[in-house]
């Protein structure tokens, strides 16, 4: 059953990338030109949150039974608007800056990153084939487990090489000015432009083998690469970046975590004084928590960060919500290195009332004995 499930979601990942890989111009001069007094601010993150003042005024029952009115509306209302086609599923936020990028750029990224010791693991698929798979020899299982991942949907992928990220830690962070280009662009010049096409049916087949994808036997080579490495320091400088420039984060005094904590845009995903989150995407979004920067030891002590600041195609784990790369399912969990054992599991009626929190480390850098941060 989990198989089943890591292939749907695959599945409609990749093809989300196949489908912008599909429908994206060859040439910019296929375009209208392109003019703009400045970077709009287009919508970078999810919708505005819940008015905090509407459910301060319905706390007629205790905070957290209108949390959980609220949650079951909100999950009804997702099940009335869910995809019914392969079409609608895959027209994700993730993917809309790409649409500003004709394909030799995408492909042409692809091959910078590839082109170094970047941490990445290389896949060149020609004629629905996985043909070539280069990367991270140390970690062959996750080459393996990408491979079986895909191996139920490669048929139908068109010919490209893919960059798959081997660290936990995201990869791709765009400055906020380039990206609300690229938004703006996509939105204003090179989506109208796809679904104006003269072709009648642009979907039923791929467009051509470009001529800077991989020949299947290497991927290749490429003079520059454009990863910053920061490894072993803060990295919450450039953690930040993609944020807008009037957001919370942008608090440049040095306090104390408690004084931080009050600038903190709370208001916009908790309610009440015990701060029950209500908006788990503004929860979720650090431009809006400066304090995060002393309480996530992320932006201080990360083991590996690895980053580019163009828009870079790469499939990455895990992600901030500042960063911009494009999630896939852990093969961790596909190639069941944490193994779930349904013998030793409770029903959930003989579960006890109560709740705890279990977790681990997932590999960092400590200094100056503040391992426990």
Not at 129 to 156: H, K, N, P
Not at 236 to 259: A, F
Not at 325 to 342: C, R
């Amino acid at each position: 059953m989990r198989s089943r499930v890591f292939t749907v979601v695959g599945l409609t990942f990749l093809a989300t990338f196949a489908l912008l890989w599909l429908r994206l111009p060859r040439r910019l001069a296929s375009f209208p030109p392109w003019t703009s007094s400045g970077p709009p601010q287009p919508e970078l993150t999810a919708p505005n949150p819940l008015d905090p003042s509407v459910l301060h005024n319905n706390l007629t029952n205790h905070a957290v039974t209108c949390l959980l009115d609220e949650a079951k509306h909100d999950f009804d209302a997702i099940l009335a608007r869910q995809s019914r086609s392969l079409e609608d599923a895959v027209i994700h936020h993730v993917l809309l800056p790409f649409w500003a990028l004709v394909l030799s750029t995408i492909q042409a990224c692809t091959r910078e990153a590839l082109s170094f010791d970047s941490s990445l693991i290389g896949m060149a698929v020609h004629d629905g084939r996985i043909v070539l798979t280069e990367g991270c020899s140390a970690m062959a299982w996750q080459q393996r487990a990408i491979v079986g991942m895909m191996a139920s949907f490669v048929a139908d992928l068109p010919d490209m090489d893919l960059a798959f990220n081997v660290h936990d830690e995201p990869r791709v962070l765009v400055p906020h000015g380039d990206l609300s280009w690229l938004v703006a662009k996509a939105k204003d010049v090179s989506m109208p432009a796809a679904t104006t096409t003269t072709v009648a049916r642009p979907l039923v087949s791929f467009s051509p083998r470009l001529a800077n994808i991989s020949d299947g036997m290497n991927f290749l080579p490429s003079a520059t690469t454009c990863f910053s490495h920061y490894a072993h320091q803060s990295v919450w400088l450039p953690s930040r970046l993609s944020c807008p420039p009037d957001s919370p984060v942008w608090l440049l005094e040095e306090q104390p975590v408690v004084v931080v904590a009050r600038d903190d845009d709370a208001g916009s995903y908790t309610l009440g004084k015990l701060g029950f989150v209500f908006n788990a995407t503004a929860f979720s979004d650090i431009c809006l928590t400066p304090s995060l920067r002393q309480m996530y030891s992320f932006f201080n002590w990360p083991n590996t960060f690895n980053v580019v600041h163009d828009l870079f195609p790469i499939f990455s784990q895990s992600k901030i919500s500042s960063f911009q790369d494009i999630l896939y399912l852990s093969p961790w969990y596909w190639d069941s290195k944490v193994n779930y054992t349904i013998e030793r599991d409770v029903d959930w009626a003989n579960k006890d009332n109560r709740m705890y929190w279990q977790g681990s480390t997932m590999g960092g850098f400590s200094h100056d004995g503040r391992w426990w941060r």
